[in-house]
């Protein structure tokens, strides 16, 4: 079946430096590949997306990367600040009927 | 701006007690989702629903699990007799469609205790 693999589990990086999450995932058929953050106590919310014919999209501080040959995509966040600390989870989607989340990573943001 | 409810927020229950979460989706979205996050752990999938019907579930989603879209507007996800291991947070979620555009919108979550 479909599954996704997210590493690292936990990175802490200092507030300024970029941080990088890397995730890979089984399915070939996965067409879209959101990237989702989790404040703690809180409910994910979408922060960026890309889609399988495009290598890399960017909006501001954040930027995601995909490699469908290889079959994985990155999340890059540049200038850290503290309240970007949370967990991050990446996804992908067949086009069928559900999005499958890779184990998140928690990214501590140290000022 | 438009966002899915839950309700309950917390829920404390009983093992081999019936449990019904309730889900408000967002108005114009027609794909729903049960999704299941225990502690600190990833974020699961359980069941999509459209069109009335379940459209695809995971191994998690077995026989004491079933949802329903009573009305035009709740969702709901029932579990007929819960387990220790059923203790999570529960969300539901709504998309306005199922293509390549189809972000997931989530409720606040619906956090089960079983004691």
């Known amino acids: 079946g479909e599954n996704v693999e997210q590493h690292p589990s936990t990175l802490s990086v200092q507030e300024g430096d970029s941080a990088v999450i890397k995730c890979t995932y089984s399915?070939?058929?996965?067409?879209?590949f959101p990237w989702y953050k989790q404040e703690l106590g809180k409910r994910p919310q979408l922060i960026i997306d890309i889609r399988s014919n495009v290598g890399e999209k960017k909006d501001q501080r954040i930027a995601v990367t995909l490699n469908k040959t290889a079959k994985h995509f990155s999340l890059h966040i540049t200038e850290t600040q503290p309240e970007d600390s949370a967990v991050y989870f990446c996804?992908?989607?067949?086009?069928?009927?559900?999005?499958?989340f890779g184990a998140g990573t928690r990214l501590f943001v140290k000022a | 701006e438009p966002e899915v409810t839950q309700t309950p927020s917390h829920q404390v229950t009983q093992m081999g007690q019936e449990v019904i979460l309730r889900c408000v989706p967002i108005s114009n979205h027609l794909y729903f989702y049960w999704y299941r996050q225990i502690l600190g752990q990833k974020v699961e999938f359980l069941v999509s629903f459209y069109n009335n019907e379940i459209s695809e579930k995971s191994e998690i989603f077995d026989d004491q699990f079933s949802v329903e879209r009573p009305d035009g507007s709740n969702f709901t996800l029932k579990i007929r007799s819960t387990k220790l291991e059923d203790s999570a947070m529960y969300f539901c979620?709504?998309?306005?469609?199922?293509?390549?555009?189809?972000?997931?919108?989530f409720g606040e979550g619906s956090r089960l205790t079983v004691l």
């Open positions: 399915d070939s058929a996965s067409n879209y």
């Open positions: 996804a992908t989607h067949t086009g069928g009927f559900k999005t499958i």
């Open positions: 979620a709504s998309r306005e469609d199922r293509g390549v555009s189809g972000e997931l919108f």
